[in-house]
């Protein structure tokens, strides 16, 4: 496949960043506004622009050319954390995810603004570094050191760490207390009793580099449930990362990548269990226009989260009882983009013992939105602390979150403010019901 040449016409001949969007789903929307009550950077602002109804008007203006894209308009649009809450509220149906991110996608590639073009940040931490697991536990071999030494923590309840500038500092205030990861994965592990299902799964990059043991938590229960997992070795980052930062050529072959390394006709299921992954790939059919999308949308159609796929396939019940309070909060690519909601809730209904008490606004993002909380920090802070209060109104000992970006977000603002929570992925708990063990509970 020859990726010189990107399939987006507006990055060749029409800078019109609207030029390829279907801009049927611009008249789907009528303008109702009742998106905006769901929409976290609307409910912090107020400002009509910055919820989607006005980002909407805003991309309609420009692609339809009675207005070039200002700067003003690019700080409304840049400031949309893409958590797609506004596709479960809109009763017609506009897939609001379908204009955002194609329009910055054609932005960004047609950026010649220098900050753009030389962003150390962007081509090495975002691209470089990130996608690649095996790249990112070396780097973290020293820093996890000084966290088993105590001066991380140290140097964070001083609030030392704050002093390190910009991108880098946050990114080391994101770092989770260091955990066992476990080996590495094997390419193969069978189903316990009867087997019920063959699936592949999918491994991802940050969720390998810093959740390996939510990894083995979820095949520990895939394993219980009767599946037979497997793990392709070849298979490398979904490509998230590359797509929403604007590289849509390096997200390309990351994905075809992954359409090599997965033999579909094995399986009866890609199993993911991070949100963000698994939106992106049950998406792969619909970014490129070229030879490989039916291969790419065949694959799409075999991508399922893990409580998705649990909960069709029909959970055994676990029998550890864990006699403790959670609360879940709805991972913006699940709940919203993947419109999974139930799913999770009825797989924890099955733990003895467990009180789950449902999360006011969780609807709304915490800032994470994948790169979002280092790009636009103002916001993401609001939006985790805002996360944390209501955490906090249900009085609850575990937070519980589906997704890597949601986990370093949410924990990040707990550690910071000294509460004494847990927070865990979903198929850890389950996994611990299973193995009739105990969370070990901080309060």
């Known amino acids: ?14 800078r019109n960043p609207g030029a390829s969007l279907d801009y049927q789903v611009f008249l789907r929307c009528v303008h109702c506004g009742l998106c905006t009550s769901t929409c976290p950077t609307f409910a912090e602002l107020g400002d009509e622009n910055d919820g989607p109804r006005g980002r909407i008007r805003l991309m309609r203006l420009v692609t339809d050319g009675r207005s070039g894209l200002t700067d003003r308009m690019r700080r409304h649009l840049e400031l949309c954390l893409d958590c797609r809450s506004c596709e479960t509220a809109c009763p017609s149906g506009v897939r609001y995810g379908r204009l955002i991110e194609p329009f ?3 932005v960004e590639q047609a950026d010649t603004r220098a900050e753009k073009r030389f962003d150390w940040f962007r081509e090495l931490v975002l691209f470089q570094l990130f996608p690649y697991a095996q790249r990112m536990r070396r780097l973290l071999t020293p820093v996890r050191f000084f966290q088993r030494l105590g001066v991380l923590a140290a140097a964070e309840r001083l609030g030392l760490l704050r002093l390190i500038p910009g991108r880098p500092g946050r990114m080391v205030r994101l770092l989770p207390p260091p955990i066992k990861a476990g080996p590495k994965l094997p390419r193969f592990l069978p189903a316990v009793g009867r087997r019920r299902a063959r699936v592949a799964f999918f491994v991802g990059c940050v969720a390998d580099a810093m959740f390996r043991h939510v990894h083995w938590a979820t095949l520990r229960v895939l394993q219980r449930n009767g599946c037979d997992v497997f793990i392709p070795e070849e298979q490398g980052c979904c490509g998230a990362i590359h797509f929403h930062a604007g590289d849509s050529r390096g997200a390309r072959m990351m994905a075809d990548a992954n359409l090599v390394a997965f033999e579909l006709d094995r399986y009866d299921a890609i199993v993911v269990n991070h949100a963000g992954c698994g939106a992106m790939m049950k998406e792969y059919g619909l970014h490129w226009k070229d030879g490989l999308q039916p291969h790419r949308k065949k694959f799409a159609e075999k991508v399922r989260d893990v409580h998705e796929f649990l909960d069709a396939l029909g959970a055994v019940p ?3 009882r864990i006699e403790a309070t959670a609360t879940y909060h709805d991972a913006c690519h699940l709940g919203h983009a993947q419109a999974i909601t139930a799913a999770p809730r009825r797989l924890l209904s099955k733990i003895p013992g467990l009180e789950l008490r449902e999360l006011p606004e969780t609807e709304l993002c915490c800032g994470s939105a994948g790169t979002y909380n280092l790009n636009q920090p103002e916001m993401a802070d609001r939006l985790s602390r805002r996360k944390l209060e ?50 070990e509970l901080l309060a």
């Open 104 to 106: 910055r996608l054609a």
């Open 318 to 320: 676990p029998s550890g």
């Open 1 to 14: 496949m020859n990726y010189d040449t990107e399939d987006n016409p507006n990055t060749v001949e029409d």
């Open 390 to 439: 209501n955490i906090l109104s249900t009085q609850a000992q575990i937070v519980l979150a589906a997704n890597a970006g949601c986990l370093l977000q949410i924990g990040s603002e707990i550690r910071q403010n000294g509460h004494p929570l847990l927070v865990m992925h979903p198929m850890e708990l389950l996994d611990l019901s299973y193995r009739e063990e105990q969370p």
